[in-house]
């Protein structure tokens, strides 16, 4: 069904690259989750191809690719390696959106834009313990104080996805003296950095989503590359939708298990495999059914997204997407476990790596209660108006 959507040369191009080195990638996910750690061969076989510069603008040395073609491709290297695509989906969905919307200085935009060509990897360094989700609002404990030597940091951020290949952490940080949060380009070398590898999670765990601890950090002063006006950016952003992207290639990864398990399983019970049977059959349906009910959600709002005159129109689009997508993923997987049964739950099994892994996307931003209170509201506000 995917292939619906494949509209340009440059997908079919991009998405045959991904194939030509999804074997290696496919091998490595189980080592990479029984283990714990990053996915190290996948990383290297992706910068390989290019991957970090797909979404930086062609006008600076990228290759270009709109929010549509950045969720085609997640969505495909997700279901090779879920831990790869959530990884450098973060660097694919934070150089959009800088570029995109020209976040930084021209400077700053010129400065980063080589080093993104040539494979660096760049995430933002947000979350920390007191604070919980940025997206909630609240002042992160990390602070800067301006120094005659440039900006002085301290503090700490968990949940700092790709830490062991990262070269560039975008990081936060409460400004005293501006009375408002910052954001701070950081390079992976600078003296005070270090990442405490303390990612001991059921799912997601090869992200190596560690804590970054900052210890008297000096920056120079125009690294100070971020002034937001609100703490999670107020803006509509399409390239959030690496996100629900990568939980929907979970879900395919698990129906393509379930699907050649019931076309192969044959109990000797039966005279056919397990596929022939009704109730397997309604499971098998059902699952494609809301396969095809998240794609057009996530393919439909991208595709709106890509549009300037469409986007305008845009508001709470991008949460109904990650909301949507990410419950009928996990309801999918669940469907395929159903179909599998208890095998299903062996630790040799995929399936039960993909249940776990699927869940994570609650836990992603925005968060669902976030989502469905932001519609209420919107929706009660529209009324309003429109009766007065």
Do not use: C
Not at 86 to 97: C, D, H, I, K
Not at 248 to 265: E, S, V, W
């Amino acid at each position: 069904m995917k292939d619906l959507f494949i509209k340009t040369t440059q997908q079919k191009y991009w998405l045959d690259q991904l194939a030509s080195i999804a074997e290696p990638i496919r091998t490595e996910a189980k080592e990479v989750d029984e283990q714990s750690r990053f996915p190290f061969e996948a990383h290297r076989l992706l910068l390989q191809i290019g991957y970090p510069r797909l979404t930086l603008p062609k006008e600076f040395g990228g290759e270009g690719l709109s929010v549509y073609d950045m969720v085609l491709i997640q969505e495909t290297l997700a279901s090779y390696d879920e831990n790869a695509s959530l990884s450098l989906g973060w660097t694919l969905g934070v150089v959009g959106e800088i570029y995109e919307t020209k976040l930084w200085a021209d400077d700053a935009l010129h400065l980063l834009a080589p080093e993104i060509k040539n494979g660096a990897i760049i995430n933002r360094a947000v979350s920390e313990a007191a604070t919980g989700s940025p997206t909630r609002g609240g002042r992160p404990g990390t602070n800067a104080i301006s120094t005659k030597q440039g900006w002085l940091l301290n503090g700490r951020k968990i949940f700092t996805t790709a830490s062991p290949v990262l070269d560039y952490f975008l990081t936060s940080a409460w400004i005293e003296e501006k009375n408002q949060i910052g954001f701070f380009l950081i390079h992976k070398d600078v003296k005070g950095l270090s990442i405490e590898e303390n990612w001991e999670m059921s799912a997601m765990r090869g992200t190596s989503s560690h804590d970054l601890v900052l210890t008297d950090v000096v920056v120079p002063s125009n690294y100070l590359v971020e002034l937001p006006s609100h703490p999670s950016g107020g803006k509509i952003n399409g390239w959030i939708l690496h996100i629900p992207a990568t939980y929907l290639g979970i879900a395919q990864a698990a129906r393509d298990y379930a699907l050649h398990f019931a076309n192969h399983h044959q109990p000797n019970s039966l005279n056919a495999p397990i596929s022939t049977l009704p109730n397997v059959q309604q499971l098998l349906g059902d699952i494609e059914l809301k396969l095809h009910q998240a794609r057009f959600v996530l393919y439909g709002v991208a595709e709106a997204y890509d549009v300037p005159a469409r986007r305008e129109f845009l508001t709470n689009e991008m949460a109904v997407a990650k909301h949507t997508v990410t419950n009928l993923a996990i309801d999918v997987v669940d469907k395929a476990m159903r179909v599998v049964g208890a095998k299903s739950l062996q630790l040799t099994n995929p399936l039960q790596r993909y249940y776990r892994n699927v869940r994570a996307g609650l836990h992603n931003p925005p968060m669902d209660d976030m989502t469905i209170i932001k519609l209420a509201t919107v929706a009660i506000e529209q009324q309003k108006m429109k009766e007065n």
